[in-house]
């Protein structure tokens, strides 16, 4: 009877643990110290009280054979669910790489935050070959577009307050960021064609620089998105096209808040796009939506900025967490999905 009793106890442990470890969730991260994945994170842990799951966070700051061995150190945790933000973003190889162990290991996966391919349909491949695979990432493309059509519709609805030397076109200067990221061209791309759709809809010419048909577009060459890259770049800039010269730049569109931030500043030290009445500005748009750039809205030094949202790209990923999980398809309130690519929704802030 004692043995049995025993038996009994040792197969009810057997069955809670394994319960436990098909909760325990391990998060990597590039870096869980950059603002929006802090706020992701944060946002996560609040989804998971009521859940039961158990949520262990990595931070690999960068490195992907950092990565690499915190996937094996997960498996050999017995993880029983794995997400990863990949280091290498765009990179198929990469992304391959992370994915073998995790299948071999039997192990749902669900990449998250970064393009693991420079297409959506190289991305819905990689994971074709996994079942238990999802991939929760924001559409680049998406971003771009709306930044361009918040833009777009901005100058149309008063061009000639923005076309400052009245030659009938805008002068803009795009800041893209990483020049070997697909997600910066892909925002830059995006950003140009809507707004350009929009203006020649309303009868203006698309936007254009000094002797050229298309936008002046410049690449952080430290691929750090920079704030001090962009002020850098348009102070340089300011001392051919400032506002005495008769060309002035007319737009700036970053591919994020901290570029567009130091684009204000260097604006800001020629007199322009200050918070001081009656001070002239041009529109400059981001995108990230960080504290900084929504003051920088209230105070008319930014145009606007397009807003990934932590908590929205934390209700996604928690749902693709749970789906996994339990085997059930769950719904995703705060995004579009299209297969296995489930894309969080953006915020414009203007």
């Known amino acids: 009877m ?6 009994a106890l040792l197969l009810v442990l057997t069955l809670l643990t394994a319960l436990a470890m098909s909760e325990s969730v391990y998060v990597l991260w590039t870096d869980v110290n950059d603002p929006f994945s802090a706020s992701t994170r944060s946002c996560l842990e609040d989804l998971s009280g009521d859940a039961g799951i158990t949520f262990t966070h990595l931070t690999a700051l960068g490195s992907q054979w950092t990565q690499m061995d915190q ?3 997960a498996i050999d945790a017995g993880a029983g669910l794995i997400c990863v933000q990949s280091c290498e973003y765009g990179s198929t190889s990469a992304a391959r ?11 749902p996966v669900i990449f998250f935050g970064r393009q693991i391919a420079s297409t959506m349909e190289k ?9 238990s695979s999802l991939y929760v990432h924001f559409d680049s493309a998406d971003i771009g577009i709306q930044q361009g059509q918040a833009a777009g519709t901005d100058l149309a609805g008063s061009f000639a307050s923005f076309d400052l030397n009245s030659d009938g076109r805008i002068a803009a200067v795009v800041l893209k960021g990483d020049p070997q990221d697909p997600e910066a061209e892909s925002r830059a791309s995006g950003a140009v064609l809507s707004a350009n759709a929009i203006l020649e809809n309303a009868g203006f010419a698309p936007l254009s620089w000094y002797g050229s048909d298309t936008p002046l577009v410049l690449s952080d060459p430290q691929c750090m998105w920079s704030a ?16 005495d010269s008769g060309q002035m730049i007319e737009l700036i569109l970053c591919g994020n808040d901290d570029m567009a931030l130091g684009a204000v500043n260097a604006l800001f030290h020629v007199d322009w796009n200050t918070d001081l009445p009656g001070s002239p500005a041009i529109p400059v748009y981001g995108v990230d939506g960080t504290p900084t750039a929504q003051d920088f809205l209230e105070k008319h030094r930014m145009m606007g900025t397009i807003a ?6 934390a209700s996604s990923l928690f749902s693709a967490i749970q789906e996994l999980l339990t085997g059930q398809e769950q719904s995703y309130p705060m995004a579009r999905r299209e297969g296995r ?10």
Not at 97 to 107: E, H, S
Not at 308 to 313: C, D, H, K, L
Not at 341 to 350: G, K, N, S
């Open 308 to 313: 990934r949202s932590p908590s929205g790209m």
């Open 71 to 73: 996937v094996e150190e």
């Open 228 to 243: 001090a890259f962009a002020r850098d770049t348009v102070d340089e800039l300011l001392k051919t096209y400032g506002p």
């Open 341 to 350: 690519l489930i894309f969080p929704a953006w915020d414009e802030l203007r």
């Open 2 to 7: 004692k043995a049995i009793s025993f038996a």
């Open 123 to 131: 991305t819905a491949a990689i994971l074709e070959g996994y079942p």
């Open 97 to 107: 790489a992370l994915l073998a162990p995790i299948q071999d290991a039997g192990i």
